[in-house]
């Protein structure tokens, strides 16, 4: 948390992404209750995810070139405003399932335009070697706090219902913003195009052409689609083999977020000590693993640990490609960098959940995670070995200078 203090500029950052993942993290599982209620159905929850999730990452690109063309406090200031304004919309006229879901895929869309350009902008607030830190303490106060939103969620329900949960998010978005407005500006690094297709396609070009980025985002793609499954077959695992239910399938997804915030917490103070390069295809291996040995737990308890070690794993492989991109990719293309990699990673989970459910019905939850486990490990080592050939990248250019 000193370094946290000690960074002004990044404190806002930080501050402002904690209190909107929070707040929708505690609106998703409003939706979900809401659409379940309503509809009755698993297809409906279904097709919210996807319009959650899945869908808004087709217009990556284009996202990242929005990051890439204008001042990134303007645009994660008017994102979380668009936010606010379309989960306050929905709070109040609590819609059909049709309507609802073309405003979360709109709210999600604005999301996807923010994650770039947040990510772009912390080189501006901290030097190049506090970078790891920096990643992983972000990561700490979102990612590694998950399993809080539907605590507070479950807390909070009896007393405010459905509508104050969504009211409650889209409030989030609005401190949020107030936050990110005192930011410093944040200009864009170069002179766009008039074709914001033209960035958008250059952005694609960049990303291929870039010797490691390009082994990377094939890694990383692969490793998803074989774990991503986890989403969905831990439950099946807590219910079936490991003779447990609701409560069972609910540990087991706290697993992850607690080795998220434990490995964020150990990254955000000994980060600067490992090389990105490093980073990577350890946590490609060490979450692989996770899911492998949650295969074959024999209790709840064990799956548990697991999970808990794949948490571990996705934290380093999260701060190692948030600093490989920052420290390597000049500042007027990381976001597009950043949106085609993660938007590319959202479309490898939505294959995931997909070829994992067929897995899953054809064979067990157990043999599924085992298979998805092993699949990862071996593309770990493939990537490792591809990157010791590349080598280390250059530094994108002199340091960004640090505002405070």
Not at 88 to 93: C, D, E, S, Y
Not at 188 to 193: F, L, V, Y
Not at 225 to 253: E, Q
Not at 271 to 285: C, D, Q
Request: glycine share 12%.
């Amino acid at each position: 948390m000193a370094f946290i203090r000690t960074h002004t500029a990044f404190r806002r950052l930080w501050s402002a992404r904690v209190v909107s993942f929070m707040g929708d993290s505690i609106g998703l599982v409003a939706l979900i209750l809401y659409v379940a209620d309503r509809s009755g159905t698993g297809l409906a929850v279904a097709l919210l995810m996807l319009a959650g999730d899945v869908a808004p990452q087709l217009l990556s690109p284009f996202a990242g070139a929005v990051a890439d063309r204008f001042d990134l406090r303007r645009v994660m200031v008017a994102c979380e405003l668009g936010q606010a304004a379309v989960m306050l919309v929905i709070a109040v006229l609590l819609p059909p399932l049709p309507l609802l879901i073309v405003l979360v895929a709109a709210r999600s869309t604005l999301a996807v335009i923010f994650q770039p350009a947040s990510r772009s902008a912390i080189p501006a607030f901290v030097a190049s070697d506090d970078l790891p830190r920096a990643n992983a303490a972000l990561g700490a106060g979102t990612h590694g706090l998950d399993v809080l939103g539907p605590v507070l969620a479950a807390g909070l329900l009896p007393f405010l219902g459905v509508r104050g949960l969504l009211l409650v998010d889209g409030f989030s978005f609005l401190v949020s913003a107030a936050l990110l407005v005192r930011l410093p500006a944040l200009p864009p690094a170069r002179i766009a195009p008039p074709s914001m297709f033209a960035d958008a396609r250059d952005g694609l070009a960049y990303l291929w052409s870039h010797r490691v980025l390009r082994v990377i985002v094939v890694g990383f793609c692969l490793v998803v689609a074989f774990n991503g499954v986890d989403d969905v077959a831990l439950v099946f695992l807590a219910k079936g083999p490991l003779h447990g239910g609701d409560s069972a399938a609910s540990i087991l997804y706290a697993g992850v977020g607690a080795g998220l915030l434990i490995g964020f917490a150990l990254l955000s103070r000994y980060g600067n000590r490992f090389s990105p390069l490093a980073l990577i295809p350890v946590g490609y291996a060490v979450s692989s693993l996770g899911n492998l040995l949650t295969g074959v737990a024999a209790s709840v308890l064990i799956a548990f640990a697991m999970q808990t070690v794949r948490g571990l794993g996705l934290s380093a492989n999260d701060t190692g490609h948030d600093t490989l991109i920052q420290r390597t990719v000049p500042a007027g293309l990381q976001g597009r960098v950043f949106s085609n990699l993660y938007g590319a990673i959202g479309l490898a989970g939505g294959l995931s959940y997909v070829l994992g459910g067929f897995l899953i019905d054809l064979t067990s939850p157990r043999v599924t995670l085992v298979v998805a486990g092993c699949g990862g490990l071996a593309v770990a080592a493939i990537v490792a070995r591809r990157l010791r050939r590349v080598g280390e990248p250059p530094a994108a250019g002199g340091e960004t200078a640090n505002v405070t």
